[in-house]
């Protein structure tokens, strides 16, 4: 379903919502795996001991994907535009390898495993762009009629701006070992609330909240039962034609990437047999910039 209204300034402000089920998504199963329990050989105790694991693509996963879309937008017009799009939604696996279809499902696993939030479930996604031609020299508002030297320092500069931002990528919390028996390892038991009040690198989530499992048993924790922190970015060109001769342009770009410089943290560490499980280690690239010469031709 789609609303859409016009707003001043040849604006367009659209309202949706999108709801898509996904069946018979394609998933890597596994067989001829040994059983959960403990053995002694596990080649021998395997279905059929001659051959080693087999996996193969089967249509078997399932996903949902249902969000509420706001789109603002104006379309170019006295030099200036922009486009401001956000969404609201929840993305939802079944049996499913989530982005990546060569993900394998562990042998064995009962259904409720595999059932949970998928990799790109982002519940905020916002975009944001725009270009405005500055009013300044030849042909615009402001100094119409500057001088030609004048003009070729002050006029016809052009800047544009994108912005993205996104909340943090849903995680799961490996139970560090390999408990079934099997050779295969589960998501970490849950015994308490994973939340605290005032994240950090050092401490992303409640690490105590987690367990290891005990042996041959499913660990009770969900499909991205955590957050990664959320993502922010702005990046900024101002850009400037000079004009060389009849259909030929030279074109003068100064870019900042993550202008701001704002710290984007990487995920935390998720395996709870790690020294730094709940730490934050890493992050995005840092603010920087670059100057380019394009020739129109």
Partial sequence: ??????????????????????????????????TVGPHTNLQADRPNPLISSVQRLENFGRNWY?????????????????????SFS?????????????????????????????????????????????????????????????NAVIGGWDFTFTQQGRSGTPLSISGGYSNLGNGNGTRADVVGSPKISNPSPNAW???????RPALYTWGSS??????????????????KRFRIAEKKDLQFRWEAFNALNRVNYGNPNTNIASSLFG???GAGTARYMQLALKFLF
């Fill in 1 to 34: 379903m789609t609303v859409q209204t016009a707003l001043p300034w040849k604006s367009a402000l659209t309202l949706s919502y999108v709801g898509t089920k996904v069946d018979r998504e394609v998933s890597y199963m596994p067989y001829n795996a040994p």
């Fill in 66 to 86: 249902n969000a509420l879309q706001a789109k603002a937008e104006r379309r170019f017009a006295d030099g200036l535009s922009f486009t401001f799009s956000y």
């Fill in 90 to 150: 929840r993305a939802m696996g079944d049996n499913s390898a989530g982005s990546d279809e060569y993900n394998v499902m562990l042998p064995y696993s009962p259904a409720w495993y595999n059932r949970g939030r998928t990799g790109f479930d982002f519940r905020h996604i916002e975009f944001a762009t725009m270009v405005w031609e500055l009013p300044v020299g030849r042909g615009r508002h402001f100094l119409n009629s500057a001088r030609p030297l004048a």
């Fill in 205 to 211: 989530f409640n690490t105590s909240a987690f367990a």
């Fill in 222 to 239: 969900s499909i991205g039962i955590v957050e990664g922190p959320a993502s922010i970015q702005f990046n900024t060109a101002l850009s």
């Fill in 279 to 281: 730490r934050i280690t």
